[in-house]
């Protein structure tokens, strides 16, 4: 059964030929279907809302000087059991996961679960594998924005496609992610920015703040210090996610001989110890490389000498002082609206 309370906002928005608020409602009764598994009264509702346009709002937009579409969907393969987080982050996610359960619940208060996550932090670290697991949680797809389609070469062809983009978005419950945000998001006040990204930015803004709370809009970005002030108050969710410390690397690799059922002859702790100044990313490919290995050498696989082999290697690659002993970038502080 449709959601009353949609039901009464369309008869209201009827009623005051509010075309707005019409579209928004049925966009929101088909996203309401469409996650209950009924796609063809999903797919009904927004071809009657589109009839006479030529197309449907649930169409993967792609722009007429392409072929590549403007978002690509991804179905989440990242649990988040499997993610190591810090307290503070695993809590405040398990906390918007909840949110949107009992969403049902919150509306009956006149309330509404949140849905505007921002994350920060170097690369590598986990942000587009919890915006993942976030989604898995939620039971919904990824819809990845794919920046070589959405943003044009003439003067306000990027923020007619980002509309477009938020528009198909509308049309079901998903988690809307934009990876590098600050290729979008980038601060107004910049003298070197052009007029054209200015405008960019505001549209996003706006559309930003117009989403229906069942898309949850994530946004990544390496570089918090470019982007714009206003960006930083349309989050009501901001974390950052810091590179792993030995005790997460000793976690994650446990985690990791328990899911392969494979050891390679070396405490997690030590071998934490070695991998400490790696991120999560290239722990997880150093991970990787030992199975594959293992994998490949067949029955007579030595783990110990493949892990021995395999630390020189990537000693070699990083540099000596860069497995074994923290020698990266630091990950600054950022003084940031939080």
């Not at 007429?64 to 579409?69: D, L, Q």
């Not at 690369?123 to 587009?128: L, Q, V």
């Not at 540099?319 to 923290?326: K, L, N, R, T």
Request: hydrophobic letters at 40%; charged letters at 25%; glycine letters at 6%.
């Amino acid at each position: 059964m449709a959601r009353a309370d949609l039901i009464l906002d369309l008869v209201r928005a009827s009623c005051l030929g509010d075309k707005v608020k019409v579209r928004k409602t049925v966009e929101a009764l088909a996203a309401n279907e469409r996650a209950k598994n009924h796609k063809i009264l999903a797919d009904r509702l927004l071809a009657q809302l589109q009839a006479g346009n030529g197309n449907t709002t649930n169409t993967v937009p792609i722009p007429r000087s392409s072929n590549t579409p403007m978002v690509a969907e991804k179905v989440p393969s990242r649990q988040l059991d499997n993610l190591v987080l810090v307290p503070q982050v695993a809590e405040t996610v398990r906390e918007l996961v909840a949110e949107h359960h009992r969403a049902d619940l919150l509306r009956s208060y006149n309330l509404e679960p949140r849905n505007r996550v921002l994350l920060i932090g170097p690369p590598g670290n986990g942000k587009t594998s919890l915006a993942e697991a976030l989604a898995d949680a939620l039971n919904v797809p990824v819809l990845v924005v794919r920046y070589e389609a959405v943003i044009g070469s003439y003067l306000g062809e990027t923020a007619q496609r980002i509309a477009r983009v938020f528009e198909h978005a509308r049309s079901r419950h998903c988690v809307l992610l934009f990876d590098e945000f600050d290729a979008v998001g980038k601060e107004r006040g910049d003298a070197h920015e052009t007029g054209e990204i200015k405008r960019v930015v505001s549209s996003l803004l706006l559309q930003i703040d117009a989403l229906p709370s069942y898309v949850v809009v994530v946004a990544a970005s390496n570089h918090p210090e470019l982007l714009d002030r206003a960006a930083w108050r349309r989050f009501q969710i901001r974390l950052e996610l810091k590179p792993p410390t030995r005790r997460q690397i000793e976690e994650w690799y446990c985690g990791f001989e328990q899911r392969t059922g494979h050891s390679f002859g070396m405490q997690p702790k030590n071998l934490a110890s070695k991998l400490y100044g790696l991120s999560f990313a290239e722990v997880e490919d150093f991970s990787t490389d030992l199975l594959r290995k293992l994998v490949l050498d067949g029955p007579d696989a030595c783990p110990e000498a493949i892990l021995d082999c395999r630390l020189r290697q990537w000693k070699k690659q990083f540099g000596m002082a860069s497995v074994d002993g923290h020698a990266f970038e630091p990950w600054h502080e950022v003084i940031t609206p939080f």
